[in-house]
Antibody, heavy 127, light 107 residues
Framework: EVQLLESGGGLVQPGGSLRLSCAAS????????MSWVRQAPGKGLEWVST????????YYADSVKGRFAISRDNSENTLYLQMNNLRAEDTALYYC????????????????????WGQGTLVIVSS | DIQMTQSPSSLSASVGDRVTITCRAS??????LNWYQQKPGKAPKLLIY???SLQNGVPSRFSGSESGTDFTLTISGLQPEDFATYFC?????????FGPGTKVDIK
C-alpha cells in the first residue's frame, strides 16, 4: 500500500523557519511528481507547491513563492518543504500528496490528481 | 487564477437519499476536475478524477459528470459512512485550486 508519512511540524515564531519531511514507500518515488497541500484550521484546501519526478522542476503558489522551497531526495524516498520567513497565515496542517496522471511543462502541471494523501503535520506560527 | 465554487455549502440528507453537489469553474478547465472526500480529523481521499473516472476502491454509488464549466458529484443512495465534506479541485493549470467544500450531514 502506498504510504506517505509527514514529520517536522511544530510551533514557530513569526519570521522563523521550519523544514517538513515526507517519507514515501511502496511506489516508485523517483518517477512521481509530489506536492504539498495545506489546510488552515477549519478551512479549505490550498495547494502550496509541486516538484516533478524526473527533472525536478518546481512550482509554487504565489502566497509562498520566495519563502518556501520544495525538494526531494530520491535515494531516501523523501520529500521536503523548507519554510522560511513564516507568517501567522501559514498556520495549517500540511499534507504530502502524490500526483498521479497528467503531465508537467516548465510552467505548470496539467490534468493531475492527488492520491494518496499523508496524515498531515501541523505547523503553528505564533509568538 | 481559476476560481472554483461549490453549491450548496452544506446539506442535510438521510440514508438512502440521492445527493448532488455542484462545482463550477471560472473558466474552461476541460475535464480536469477531481473530487475528494474528507471526514473529520482525516486526510482527504480521492473519489473521482478527470470529471468522471471512479478511483479504484471507491463504491459505485459515487459518480461524476460535467457540462461545460459545471461539474457534478452524485451519491446514489447515501450511506452512513458518506457523511463528510466534499471538495472539488481543478488541475487544468497551476495554481491548482479547490472549491470551498460541501458538508453533508445527517438530517
Amino acid at each position: 500500500e502506498v504510504q506517505l508519512l509527514e514529520s517536522g511540524g511544530g510551533l514557530v515564531q513569526p519570521g522563523g523557519s521550519l523544514r517538513l519531511s515526507c517519507a514515501a514507500s511502496e511506489f516508485t518515488f523517483s518517477s512521481s511528481a509530489m506536492s504539498w497541500v495545506r489546510q488552515a484550521p477549519g478551512k479549505g484546501l490550498e495547494w502550496v507547491s509541486t516538484i516533478s519526478g524526473s527533472v525536478e522542476t518546481t512550482y509554487y503558489a504565489d502566497s509562498v513563492k520566495g519563502r518556501f522551497a520544495i525538494s526531494r531526495d530520491n535515494s531516501e524516498n523523501t520529500l521536503y518543504l523548507q519554510m522560511n520567513n513564516l507568517r501567522a497565515e501559514d498556520t495549517a496542517l500540511y499534507y504530502c500528496v502524490r500526483e498521479v496522471g497528467g503531465y508537467c511543462t516548465p510552467t505548470s502541471c496539467h490534468g493531475i490528481w492527488f492520491d494518496p494523501w499523508g496524515q498531515g503535520t501541523l505547523v503553528i506560527v505564533s509568538s | 487564477d481559476i476560481q472554483m465554487t461549490q453549491s450548496p455549502s452544506s446539506l442535510s440528507a438521510s440514508v438512502g437519499d440521492r445527493v448532488t453537489i455542484t462545482c463550477r469553474a471560472s473558466q474552461s478547465i476541460a475535464s480536469y476536475l477531481n473530487w475528494y472526500q474528507q471526514k473529520p480529523g482525516k486526510a482527504p481521499k480521492l473519489l473521482i478524477y478527470v470529471a468522471s473516472s471512479l478511483q479504484n476502491g471507491v463504491p459505485s454509488r459515487f459518480s461524476g459528470s460535467e457540462s461545460g464549466t459545471d461539474f457534478t458529484l452524485t451519491i446514489s443512495g447515501l450511506q452512513p459512512e458518506d457523511f463528510a465534506t466534499y471538495f472539488c479541485q481543478q488541475s487544468y493549470s497551476s495554481p491548482f485550486t479547490f472549491g470551498p467544500g460541501t458538508k453533508v450531514d445527517i438530517k
